[in-house]
Structure formats: C-alpha cells, structure tokens
C-alpha cells in the first residue's frame, strides 16, 4: 500500500508539474519575444492594440502563480530524490547538492547560450539554502516558511510605496522638481534597457552571448538576490506539503476548501490590482513593485489553490488523454523548460527567424498554443523508451554516478 501511495503521489506531481512548465510559457513568452522590462508591461516596448488584453489575462492566472507553483514542486521534488538517493544506498545530502551543482551550471548556461530568462540558477543557489532545512518536521517548515514570506514580501511592497506614490504624483502634475528628475531618470534607464535587450534579442548566435556576458554577467546571481526571499520558503512550502501528504493523503474536502478558497481570494486580490493598474495607465514604478513584490501574497494563494484543484481531479484525469499527456510532460520538465527556450528562441531570435517584437503582441497567445503542442507531444513517445526524460536522465546520472 506504500508503494502505491508513493507512485501515485509522485504521478500527482508530474501532474502539477505539467501544468506548471505549460503554464509558465504563458508568462515567458513575452520575455522571448521582446525585451525583458515587457514582461512588466503592456507598454513596453510599445502600446499596441489587443495587448493590454493578452496581458490582463497573464496577469490574472499566471504571472508568479505559475513560479509559485513550480517552486513549491521543486521542493517537493527534493524530498523526493533524497529519498530516492537513500534508496540507491547514496548520501541525499551530497547527492542533492551535486544535484544542485550541476543544475547552477546548467542554468547559467541556458542564460549565455539562450535567454536571460533563467530560473534554473536561481532554484539550485536558493535549493542550497532550503537543503539546509530538509531534514525539519512539515510544521517547523511551515512555521519559517509561511511568516518569512509574508514578512519578507510584504516589508519590500511597503519599501516601493514611496516611489509609487512619488510616480503619482509626477504624473498628476504636482510633483516637486526632485521627483520629476528622479522619474525622467527612470525613463531613460528603461529605455536603454529596453535598446540594449533588443540588440541582443536581434544579434546573430555568438554575438548575442558576448553582449549578455560583456552587459550582464552576473544578470543571474542579481536575480537571485532579488527573489531568494520568494523562493526558498516557496520551496520549504512544498518539503512540508510532500510530507504531510498534501499530493496524497490529504480529504477531498480540505482540497476543495483550499482549492476554492485559494483561487477565489488570490484571484479576487489580482483583479483588484490589474483594474487599478490599468486605470492609471500602467505606471512603471506601480507596475514593477506589483510583480517583484506585491503581488507575491495573491500568487502564493492561487498556487495553492491550483496545486489543491489539479490533485482534487488527478485520480479522474490521469487516464485522459490529456492526463497522461501532462503527466509525462511534467516528468520531462527539465527537458520540455531547455527545449522551449530554443524552440522560442528559434522564432524570436536574430539568429533564429527573427521574429522578435516585431510580432504583434496580441499574437502571443499562439505561439503559447505551438509551445503547448510541442511540450506535451513528445514525452509519452519517448517515456514509453526511456525510464526518464533526456535531461532528467543525464541530470540524475550526474548527481547518482553510482546508480546503474
């Protein structure tokens, strides 16, 4: 009865991790098709008819809902492989930070050779912190976590109300002159990102990678730094919900309570402040303290409650075609992450089709739909060969070496 419980739990999380690697697409996509401050707004690089949509409907059920939920599932899915690594007769501490090691390797790597979008170095340095902590009881790891987030998120949206007021203020007209120049600097500093993205967007293959290494080296350890307080309690989140059976034991009562419930308020929560950001014409400061920091509530809620709402149906939707599909797309998520990058940057890239922002941003949705297709058409096919996917498999020999 052990066995079965664990294979169907970690059937569960590829489940969850499916629909978060499609979901997270939803998201990137606008940073592989244009600079990367778009994905901060409708705005940018321009204002353009039908974008305003495509964003508000990002906005509402993806942005950070979707890095929420991943995180959470890849905590889980370090318990998983410690106890797997135990099983093999291996240390899971230092196979999980050989794991990790590797998997910072392979994300500043995806960073030089592909996009500046990573979050794999992102989840192997703040994996290392939250190892650390592995070994607490759920309720010890709820209790750090959950007041750490709160606190942490919290005091950084509170930080940025000065700016955003300020902002306001400019734009009402009745600014002092110190807050104008502030504003206007602001203004140039996204332009010149937005000029310097563009030129590596639109740059051939090994230019591009000497643009980002010469501009933006340490672009990856920055984002660290900036989301580690987001991360690693996400991630302890998911060690307390794997081991308190949140993905297996839990009543379907207490998952449609979360289910509902997490949905209802998160998204309640995010309308909110989509209608107030749209009403003031999306006003960069407001928008950038909105989705670094004060969203991060919202999105935790709504992670839950879609983590809660796709284990209520699994044991219905496992046999679907569309189940299996996202169960065997999760438990290739590493590949199906790596394999995006370069099917989108392979459109939207220089080097690639060029593409780029040139594309209607209303547009989008489509190339989600294409992302979609490929990401849940080949696993099945490969899995019905292989016990795990492509990366998956060469990641877990580099981090088990001893394993047959």
């Not at 189940?323 to 199906?336: H, M, P």
Request: hydrophobic share 60%.
């Amino acid at each position: 009865m052990a066995t079965q419980t664990s294979h169907f739990r970690i059937e569960a999380i590829d489940f969850l991790r499916g629909f978060a690697v499609l979901g997270i697409l939803a998201i990137n996509i606008t940073g592989f098709w244009g600079p990367s401050l778009a994905t901060f707004s409708p705005t940018i690089p321009r204002w353009e008819p039908g974008g305003e949509a495509w964003f508000g409907v990002a906005f509402v059920l993806f942005e950070g809902k979707m890095r929420a939920l991943f995180s959470l599932l890849f905590g889980a899915s370090m318990v998983l492989f410690a106890e797997a690594a135990e099983r093999s007769g291996a240390n899971p501490d230092a196979a999980q930070l050989r794991r990790l090691m590797w998997l910072a390797l392979f994300g500043y790597l995806h960073f030089a050779l592909l996009w500046w979008g990573d979050i794999l170095f992102t989840y192997a340095l703040c994996g290392m912190a939250a190892l650390a902590l592995r070994r607490l009881a759920p309720f010890q790891l709820m209790a750090i976590a959950l007041p750490f987030y709160a606190l942490a998120q919290t005091m950084s949206a509170f930080v940025a109300l000065p700016g955003i007021f300020a902002e306001q203020a400019v734009l009402a007209g009745n600014a002092a002159s110190t807050d104008v120049a502030e504003q206007a600097g602001m203004m140039v500093r996204i332009g010149q990102s937005v000029s310097d993205d563009i030129a590596i967007l639109q740059a051939g293959f090994f230019e591009a990678i000497r643009l980002k290494l010469t501009q933006s080296a340490l672009h990856p350890l920055n984002v660290v730094l900036s989301t580690f307080t987001e991360t690693v309690p996400l991630m302890l989140i998911g060690m307390a919900a794997v081991r308190s059976g949140v993905f297996s034991n839990w009543s379907r009562r207490r998952l449609a309570w979360l289910a509902v419930g997490g949905i209802a308020s998160g998204a309640l929560l995010t309308i909110l402040a989509l209608q107030w950001l749209a009403a003031h014409d999306w006003p960069p400061c407001a928008m950038f303290a909105a989705i670094e920091h004060g969203m991060a509530v919202p999105h935790l809620l709504m992670a839950a409650g879609y983590a809660a709402a796709l284990v209520l149906v699994f044991p219905w939707a496992k046999d679907s075609g569309l189940g299996r599909a996202l169960v065997a797309a999760g438990r290739c998520a590493f590949t199906n992450y790596l394999g995006t990058s370069m099917l989108m940057c392979a459109i939207f890239c220089g080097w690639g089709l060029g593409l780029g922002p040139e594309v209607p941003r209303a547009w989008l949705p489509g190339f989600v739909l294409l992302g979609w297709a490929a990401m849940l058409a080949w696993p099945q096919w490969w899995l019905a060969r292989f016990a795990q996917g492509p990366m998956e498999g060469f990641w877990r020999k580099l981090a088990l070496p001893t394993r047959a």
